[in-house]
């Protein structure tokens, strides 16, 4: 099982737009994203989420499947849906933050913006093959 969390780039621009009657690729905007750009960032934000850890279960949020959809606008900013394993965690006032920081430190990231959400709750078939072989739950 792959782990089931949404990612998605949304840009305001398609590099993949067809180009005009004249025969000219369209021209981009001054400070386009391009989409090695948005890999690059793309791969470091799920490095940075692999480096927070619910303190009470030896796994990193994005295996534990707890990032449902992360979101680069053209100005760079971020915006991350997550839940947690359960609405009554101890910490679920404080892994937003660290999941604000840990994503503000990836380079070309300009401002991260975490969103509590609780549907769809949260199951143990969200986790990643990883974090169901490191839980033994396999």
């Given at each position: 099982?792959?782990?089931?969390?949404?990612?998605?780039?949304?840009?305001?621009?398609?590099?993949?737009?067809?180009?005009?009657?004249?025969?000219?690729?369209?021209?981009?905007?001054?400070?386009?994203?391009?989409?090695?750009?948005?890999?690059?960032?793309?791969?470091?934000?799920?490095?940075?989420?692999?480096?927070?850890?619910?303190?009470?279960?030896?796994?990193?949020?994005?295996?534990?499947?707890?990032?449902?959809?992360?979101?680069?606008?053209?100005?760079?900013?971020?915006?991350?849906?997550?839940?947690?394993?359960?609405?009554?965690?101890?910490?679920?006032?404080?892994?937003?933050?660290?999941?604000?920081?840990?994503v503000g430190a990836v380079q070309g990231v300009q401002d991260v913006k975490v969103n509590?959400?609780?549907?769809?709750?949260?199951?143990?078939?969200?986790?990643?093959?990883?974090?169901?072989?490191?839980?033994?739950?396999?």
């Amino acid at each position: 099982m792959t782990n089931q969390t949404e990612t998605e780039a949304k840009t305001g621009a398609d590099a993949s737009a067809a180009s005009d009657s004249s025969g000219a690729a369209p021209a981009k905007a001054a400070g386009a994203l391009t989409t090695d750009e948005i890999d690059r960032m793309t791969q470091g934000i799920i490095e940075a989420l692999k480096s927070v850890y619910d303190p009470e279960i030896p796994v990193d949020i994005y295996e534990l499947g707890l990032i449902y959809k992360i979101d680069i606008s053209e100005e760079r900013n971020v915006e991350i849906d997550m839940t947690l394993t359960a609405p009554g965690c101890p910490v679920a006032g404080e892994m937003p933050i660290w999941v604000q920081n840990a994503v503000g430190a990836v380079q070309g990231v300009q401002d991260v913006k975490v969103n509590m959400v609780f549907e769809p709750f949260w199951t143990k078939d969200r986790m990643s093959e990883e974090a169901q072989f490191a839980l033994n739950m396999f």
